[in-house]
Each structure stands twice: as structure tokens, then as C-alpha cells.
T-cell receptor, first 116, second 115 residues
């Protein structure tokens, strides 16, 4: 089974509206972390938000929030008040285990296009 | 401060040649990672260095791939006898080990094209 699943092939949203990007994960570890990265057409990977498996509250960072449903193993990214600059690829990733540093496993990504 | 830097930004090589890709991590970051991104795909883990520990090489696709990290800082990824399927963007990332959530900071990547 894939560890990170992002099944939405492409998403469109009207400027100023909210959009949810889906991510489901698979792990047998009790301790893990979930990340979302943004990759604009320029190719850089930009860290957006993090959710730890033991965090009781959903993470928020400005216009980004993470809808973490542990029992369903989902970690959806919500972008509020979309802006044209939000058009990019979005990747969900997971770090397994309690160690501070280990590899990330990435999903295949979702393309988001924001319409004016 | 300075971010992760990679060189070259683009590399075109002929099939069968060896290539070296360089990564300069953020100063003070003890962990360094190499990933590969094929066109339109997610990132594929290659190798990870943490301080003086033995590297995690579990993602290297074949023995043609190797990497080293000198002095706990700069890293070089070497691909020997390149094949066309090696064409991809090679991304390097680094992360601190002293504060959560230890997010990885990525460099701009090296786009490798094997002709």
C-alpha cells in the first residue's frame, strides 16, 4: 500500500474562496509527522505546515490549516481566501518514527489552479 | 540567512558518463537528504546523512549511485555510467536536529538530462 495517497489530479478554485487538498496516509507507527509542501512552477519546495501525530489540535499557519483526522488517517490541507499566487503543486509528506530526523515519504502531489 | 544551495543548476550529459552533483546545506543543520523528482511526480528519497552516523542509503536505486558528505557539511551525489532513466531533478534538503518540527529546507535542485 502507498504510504501517502493524493488522488485529486487537479483542483480549481476561485480567487478568495477556500479549497481543501486531500491526503491520506498509511503507517503502523504511533509517532509520526505530516508535512505539506508547495512547489510553484519555479521548482522550489516550500514548507507550509506540520502536524505531529500526538498533537491534539489541528495545525494552523496563516491561511493554511490542516484537518487532521487520525482515526481516518487523513491530513487534508485547507487554504482559505485563495490567492493567484497559490497556484502550484502541493505535496503531502510523512516522517515515520519518533526520531527528529528521518526521510520524508511524499505523495504524488496535487495541482492547484486559482482562477481570477 | 543563506538557504540550501546546489550546483550545477542544470546538467546535460551523455549516456554512460559519470556526473557529480553538489549540495551546500544550511549552516548548522546536521541532517542532509537527497531526493529525486521525475517529471510530474512526487519526490523519491535517495539517501540521508545525520551527523557522524552511517548514512541511510536505502533509497539509492542502484550501485551506480553513491553520495558522501565531507566534514559534516557539503555533500556530493555521484551517478556513474548514467542512463536515460536517471534524467530527473535532484533535490537536496537539510534540517536541524535541535528543534521541532525539524522541517526540511530544500535547495533549488539540479536538473539532470541524460542524452
Amino acid at each position: 500500500a502507498q504510504k501517502i495517497t493524493q488522488t485529486q489530479p487537479g483542483m480549481f478554485v476561485q480567487e478568495k474562496e477556500a479549497v481543501t487538498l486531500d491526503c491520506t496516509y498509511d503507517t503502523s507507527d504511533q509517532s509520526y509527522g505530516l508535512f505539506w509542501y508547495k512547489q510553484p512552477s519555479s521548482g522550489e519546495m516550500i514548507f507550509l505546515i506540520y502536524q505531529g501525530s500526538y498533537d491534539e489540535q489541528n495545525a494552523t499557519e496563516g491561511r493554511y490549516s490542516l484537518n487532521f483526522q487520525k482515526a481516518r488517517k487523513s491530513a487534508n490541507l485547507v487554504i482559505s481566501a485563495s490567492q493567484l499566487g497559490d497556484s502550484a503543486m502541493y505535496f503531502c509528506a510523512m516522517r515515520e518514527g519518533a526520531g527528529a530526523n528521518s526521510k520524508l515519504t511524499f505523495g504524488k502531489g496535487i495541482t492547484l489552479s486559482v482562477r481570477p | 540567512g543563506a538557504g540550501v544551495s546546489q550546483s550545477p543548476s542544470n546538467k546535460v550529459t551523455e549516456k554512460g558518463k559519470d556526473v557529480e552533483l553538489r549540495c551546500d546545506p544550511i549552516s548548522g543543520h546536521t541532517a542532509l537528504y537527497w531526493y529525486r523528482q521525475s517529471l510530474g511526480q512526487g519526490l523519491e528519497f535517495l539517501i540521508y546523512f545525520q551527523g557522524n552516523s552511517a548514512p541511510d542509503k536505502s533509497g539509492l536505486p542502484s550501485d551506480r549511485f553513491s553520495a558522501e558528505r565531507t566534514g559534516g557539511s557539503v555533500s556530493t551525489l555521484t551517478i556513474q555510467r548514467t542512463q536515460q532513466e536517471d534524467s530527473a531533478v535532484y533535490l537536496c534538503a537539510s534540517s536541524p536536529s535541535s528543534y521541532a518540527p525539524y522541517e526540511q529546507y530544500f535547495g533549488p535542485g539540479t536538473r539532470l538530462t541524460v542524452t
